[in-house]
């Protein structure tokens, strides 16, 4: 296993072409950090954050191409 950081999500969001994305049990990854790679990864189409906490609705809302989004285990408040 290995954590995310706010460097790794930096780097990530340059992955234009970038279309999967998976990230089990990243508890560090906010929802400013996800916000970062779905405002540089415009075609997304598969987000996976199984056990993933603190991440809203922005995914929902800036990928447009998304058809895919597994919320698995996510709190729900």
């Not at 995310?4 to 999967?20: D, E, P």
Request: aromatic share 6%; proline share 1%; net charge positive.
């Amino acid at each position: 296993m290995v954590e995310l950081s706010i460097l790794g999500v930096a780097a990530m969001a340059h992955a234009q072409n970038l279309r999967k994305l998976w990230l089990a049990r990243c508890k560090m990854v906010t929802n400013m950090g996800i916000g970062c790679i779905v405002m540089g990864c415009k075609k997304l189409k598969l987000i996976f954050l199984k056990w993933c906490v603190g991440i809203g609705d922005l995914v929902a809302i800036k990928c447009k191409e998304l058809t895919t989004l597994d919320l698995s285990y996510f709190p729900v408040s």
